[in-house]
């Protein structure tokens, strides 16, 4: 028995590739359960709206294909709902980038690997005036290091609050945190 294997697509109503087997003595078809044409009011699924290629990027997890009354398709965010052009020749690189920016899946995201909101920190100059002095304190850095110019750059690009004192007042500030320290240090001499 002589069989010969037919691929062929069904474009003209959308349907999903059929295959056919016929032999010489006779007629065997073989459709897939695809074949049923879907009725308007249905949803009509991804497989069938792309017939031709099969959605292989995991970008597809995020979004759900669906098509328009005037035959084009449209990719919807799962989660935030935007709407983004899809199809053959529309690529998925700017769903790629959508994944990376939206604010629900940054969201889900976080709550599924039980980040805690980021707050944005609060700027307090003595205390950055504190902690700068105690660095000066703990390696040795001279008290005109506050005037240096890659410092004062270096500082300014951190925190461009921060207001870098003179090197008096630096030292003045370095004795204060000494004097606080030594006197933590003698009660329990």
């Keep these: 028995m002589q069989l010969l294997f037919l691929y062929f697509k069904c474009n003209h109503f959308n349907f999903s590739p059929?295959?056919?087997?016929?032999?010489?003595?006779?007629y065997v078809f073989f459709y897939f359960s695809s074949l049923i044409q879907p009725s308007l009011e249905e949803?009509?699924?991804?497989?069938?709206?792309?017939a031709n290629k099969k959605l292989r990027s995991n970008v597809w997890k995020e979004f759900e294909?669906?098509?328009?009354?005037?035959?084009t398709s449209k990719a919807i965010c799962k989660h935030c709902k935007k709407d983004f052009v899809a199809g053959n020749r529309a690529g998925?690189?700017?769903?790629?980038?959508h994944?990376?920016?939206?604010?629900?899946?940054?969201l889900s995201k976080r709550r599924k690997f039980g980040s805690p909101k980021l707050d944005i920190p609060?700027?307090?100059?003595?205390?950055?005036?504190?902690?700068?002095?105690?660095?000066?304190l703990a390696h040795g850095y001279s008290f005109n290091m506050s005037e240096h110019y890659y410092t004062r750059i270096f500082l300014y690009n951190l925190q461009p609050s921060?207001?870098?004192?003179?090197?008096?007042?630096?030292?003045?500030d370095c004795m204060r945190i000494y004097d606080e320290e030594k006197l933590k240090v003698l009660p329990t001499v």
């Design 18 to 26: 059929c295959m056919i087997f016929l032999s010489t003595t006779e």
């Design 43 to 50: 949803d009509v699924s991804t497989e069938i709206l792309l």
């Design 65 to 71: 294909l669906t098509m328009l009354d005037d035959g």
């Design 92 to 97: 998925t690189s700017h769903l790629k980038y």
């Design 99 to 106: 994944t990376g920016v939206c604010p629900k899946i940054q």
């Design 122 to 136: 609060i700027f307090d100059q003595q205390r950055s005036r504190d902690d700068f002095s105690r660095m000066v």
């Design 162 to 172: 921060f207001k870098l004192v003179h090197r008096t007042t630096l030292k003045d």
